[in-house]
C-alpha cells in the first residue's frame, strides 16, 4: 500500500510539472519579440542634398559652410533624375526664432506648373543646435523625374532683426560656379539658388542646407 501511495503522488507531481510547462510555453509564446529592429525607409544620413553639398564644398578651397544672407527667402532649384517620395525635410534655425517658437515657411513649386502656387507649404519651427528634421502634412509630397521644381525656406517675421533671416550656406565667394556634374546627385541636380526679400536678389551665391529626404 505504501509502493502504490508514493507511485500516486509521483504521478501527481508529473502532471503538476507538466501543466506548469505547459502554461510557461504558452506565456512565452504570446510574448512579443523585441529583438528584431524595425526597419525604415526614411534615413537623415548621406540623403542625396547632403552628397550634393558636401560634394560642392569640397570641389573648391574658396567655398565655405558658412551661416549668412540676412534675406528673408532662401531657395535652390533642382531637376528630378527619378520619381521619388519626400519622408522629411530638414533645416537648422536661428536660436532667436527657435526660442520664440517663430516658425520659417517651407514651400516647394513644381515650375512647370506655377511659380507662385506652391504643391506643399508649412510653417514648421526648427531647432538652433542642429538641423531638425520633420515629416510634412497632408498628401504624400511627389516629385516627378524631368520635372523642375524650387524649395523654399522663408522668416515671416525675423523679430524686428534681420539677423534672424540668415542661414547655413555653402558659399562661393569668389569661387566660379560649380559644374552642373558637381551639382548633381544620384536622385536630383541643383541647377540654382537664389536670395531675397527686405533685399536682394542675390542669385547663385551659394547653396542653401534645406535638406530633403526622398523614400
Sequence with gaps: MKLLKNTFNLESQIKKIAVLFMIGLTITSCSPSTSAPVPTSCSTSGTDFQNIYFTTLGSNSLYDDYTTMDLVTHEYTFNMFSTKTICQIGYQ??????????????SIFENSVSTTVPIYTENRSFNSAFTDYYTPTGSPITLVSGHTYTIKRTVNNYLGNISNTTGRICRFNSGPLPTAATLAGSIMGITSSNFYGTGGPVPNYGIPYIDIVFQ
Design 93 to 106: 534655425g536661428k536660436a532667436a526664432l527657435t526660442s520664440a517658437t517663430t516658425p520659417y515657411t517651407i
